[in-house]
């Protein structure tokens, strides 16, 4: 038997389901009245954007540069936004004991070449495999998923379904508002255990494969580079539900710690992450901050963690964004970036070191049809670097993009 319901708005879990509580009718389900009490779903997307770019920056600042992760130059592009398209499995059986066991696998696929005619296929993203029991304990999940630190920060931003910053290049996805208000979380192997719901509020704390910590290259010296994790990343939030005082809000807390101790030295990366959404009627306010050590200002820990002798960079960013909800879709307008403080020997070398990325977004989001999105935004976007040369200039970006999604 196939039962297929439809998805209601423009909910921000489509791409995430299994990351957060997915909705029920996004998705199609299979053998729902199966006597033996076993189901197969499937969910998903398509989606594609028309991106055009107008950017500013200084070429002579050359190799000796921090990257850059808006486009500088006049481009126009078809690809997928921040979120890839997608097809997701799930399977769930029969509860036995008072334990539910389900399993989920899924595939994140972009539309577009890289930067290339005559490639023979898009880049697949194997972002989730995961298996999850749950019961009156709560929920253990083991597999590769979206990690716990600042995950509610790109769950609850509005770029999620459009575009955001555009890097430049054309693998991949784009930025959304990643390291303009917060740094990816990512996917990542885990074993993670969830309470049971108190009135909505959860806690979940998660053992996570340790990831390298990393400086960038600073031009003409190998990056520094440490992997000597003799314990699991740790990451936990508290994800307390605020329905009591508006329907929809709610205030997360996250955090992460991870420590590495090799020929080196003695390293530990750790954040602080807080925000959350306040909704009233159509109505809705969001924020979002974090702070730490040897986070990196986009891309967390593998890179420009670390300054060239290993020592901690301190680093801080945050959003702001409001959003009105008109029935069949939204419109919502959001500013935030992302900053990194020099220590050790960042100011003694040529090598230019990333201070700020901030950008200011406005969108709309318009349900078209139940399944089917239509999305048009702007983005202005600035990235500035410490200790550039006279004459040279910080980048700038002006992005406009007009694409859809058909969502099942």
């Not at 049971?196 to 704390?205: Q, R």
């Not at 009627?281 to 986009?298: Q, R, S």
Request: net charge negative; with cysteine.
């Amino acid at each position: 038997m196939l039962e297929k319901k439809k998805l209601l708005g423009a909910v921000a879990s489509v791409a995430l389901a299994s990351a957060m509580a997915a909705p029920a009718d996004a998705k199609v389900t299979l053998m729902a009245d199966e006597p033996s009490g076993w189901e197969f779903s499937v969910d998903g997307n398509v989606n594609a954007f028309y991106i055009y770019s107008s950017g500013t920056g200084d070429a002579n600042l050359g190799a000796a540069h921090a990257v850059g992760r808006i486009n500088t130059n006049d481009t126009s592009k078809i690809r997928t936004g921040l979120l890839p398209a997608k097809f997701g499995f799930g399977v769930q059986g029969p509860a036995s004991n008072g334990v539910q066991l389900r399993g989920y696998f899924g595939l994140y696929p972009q539309i577009q070449n890289a930067n290339t005619k005559t490639a023979r296929g898009a880049q697949i993203d194997m972002r989730e495999i995961y298996a999850a029991a749950s019961g009156d304990f709560g929920e253990v999940l083991f597999g590769r998923t979206l990690s716990l630190f600042q995950r509610n920060a790109i769950v609850q931003d509005m770029t999620l379904f459009g575009v955001g910053a555009d890097h430049g290049g054309d693998g991949g996805t784009t930025l959304g508002r990643i390291g303009f208000g917060y740094i990816y979380p990512d996917f990542n192997a885990s074993f993670r255990y969830t309470s049971p719901s108190y009135n909505g509020t959860t806690l979940s704390v998660g053992f996570y494969n340790p990831s390298q910590i990393r400086s960038t290259t600073d031009g003409a010296a190998a990056a520094a580079t440490h992997t000597g994790a003799d314990m699991p990343r740790v990451e936990a939030e508290l994800n307390i539900n605020l329905s009591q005082i508006s329907e929809g809000s709610n205030l997360v807390i996250s955090g992460m710690h991870q420590g590495v101790d090799d020929s080196g030295g003695d390293i530990d990366a750790e954040g602080v992450h807080v925000g959350g959404t306040l909704a009233g009627g159509p109505f809705a306010l969001t924020a979002h901050y974090y702070n730490g050590e040897c986070l990196g200002i986009t891309l967390q820990m593998d890179v420009s963690a670390l300054s060239s002798d290993s020592q901690c960079r301190d680093a801080d960013g945050y959003y702001v964004q409001g959003t009105y909800n008109y029935g069949s879709g939204k419109i919502g307008a959001s500013w935030g970036g992302s900053y990194q403080d020099q220590v050790g020997t960042d100011s003694a070398t040529a090598y230019d070191e990333k201070e700020e990325q901030e950008m200011l977004t406005f969108g709309i989001y318009h349900n078209a049809a139940p399944e089917w999105l239509w999305v048009a935004e702007y983005s202005h976007a600035e990235e500035g670097w410490y200790d550039v040369d006279a004459g040279d200039k910080d980048a700038e970006s002006d992005i406009f993009s007009v694409g859809m999604f058909y969502l099942w």
